[in-house]
């Protein structure tokens, strides 16, 4: 059995490349979610002083470890700006093996020690922790390029293959208890069974839709049948990302343009636009298998202004 499994590990090694710009597009997405969210809302909004927080900063009890960003002896403004400087250059994409770490820690700070923080932020902590080992064996300049691996891999390429590998692993697991337990524990709360949760939170005053977006959906949440049709499709969804690992990755494309849209619709609903991000990222790592990474490129010829134009041109020409 052991035999088995080594000769698995090592076809799997040999086969996949972890290394692509699929993990690199996750990281930049979480990167921007917080970036943007640093960049948009000031210090005394990020860190507002609450119950129990008098300072606005959670440096004590529930940051024992004690060395977040914020914390540092340091003017709160001055941190956040060094905080948007270090996104933005994981952002980039330059030397993963450099900004690996340094992202989990801006990240980890941001939800240790801010008081107005969601899900987001801690999605995206455990996210950037468990890729801190893809990054340190990633030695490529930039996390968009493509490697160049000499053939027969080494025997050290192959076991830097396999840590990364089982990784990756290991954020789809992360990823697939999340959707669970978002679509199990739900199922405790009376409305949602019911159906007529969506009805209570989208019509709230502080958390629910407001102006057009409330506009739009409410005459689906007031009427009784759609609105627990909509619940409940929450519910559905949420289950079947958790489990669509399970299937064919063949048709795992579908799982992830779904929870995209997903998402997108709770950047309608609640105004969470960071949050969406940080959950597009886990699920570009969850649904897009690494040896299958992005055309870039290629997009960016479909959008350049000389081809559209050319082809404007070529059809009316044949009208």
Request: proline share 5%; glycine share 10%.
């Amino acid at each position: 059995m052991l035999s088995g499994i080594g000769g698995f590990a090592i076809a799997w090694a040999n086969r996949v490349d972890p290394w692509t710009n699929v993990y690199g597009l996750a990281r930049t997405l979480i990167a921007l979610a917080a970036l943007l969210t640093l960049l948009f809302n000031p210090t005394t909004t990020m860190f507002h002083p609450a119950v129990g927080v008098p300072t606005g900063l959670k440096c004590g009890g529930e940051n024992p470890l004690g060395f977040g960003l914020f914390c540092m002896p340091l003017n709160l403004e001055l941190l956040r700006w060094l905080a948007i400087a270090g996104l933005a250059l994981v952002a980039s994409g330059w030397r993963p093996r450099v900004t690996g770490v340094l992202h989990w820690w801006i990240q980890a700070s941001l939800f240790w020690n801010a008081v107005l923080v969601d899900g987001g932020e801690q999605i995206s902590m455990v996210l950037t922790l468990l890729l801190v080992p893809v990054t340190l064996l990633d030695s490529r300049k930039w996390h968009w390029s493509r490697r160049e691996v000499s053939e027969p891999l080494t025997d050290g390429e192959l076991a830097r293959r396999l840590m990364a590998l089982v990784a990756l692993v290991g954020v789809r697991v992360q990823m697939a208890a999340v959707y669970f337990h978002a679509s199990a524990g739900k199922l405790k709360v009376e409305e949602w069974v019911d159906g007529s949760v969506l009805y209570y939170w989208f019509g709230n005053d502080t958390f629910g839709a407001a102006g057009l977006r409330r506009d739009l959906l409410w005459p689906i949440i007031s009427h009784p049948a759609l609105a627990a049709i909509t619940t409940w499709a929450v519910l559905v969804g949420e289950a079947l990302l958790a489990g669509g690992l399970l299937v064919d990755r063949r048709h795992w494309k579908y799982f992830l343009w779904t929870g995209l849209l997903f998402h997108f619709g709770i950047i309608v609903a609640h105004g969470l636009p960071a949050f969406a991000m940080a959950m597009w990222a886990g699920l570009t790592l969850m649904y897009r298998p690494a040896d299958q990474p992005y055309d870039f490129a290629s997009w960016l010829r479909l959008l350049d202004p000389r081809r559209l134009w050319s082809s404007r041109v070529s059809t009316r020409a044949h009208s």
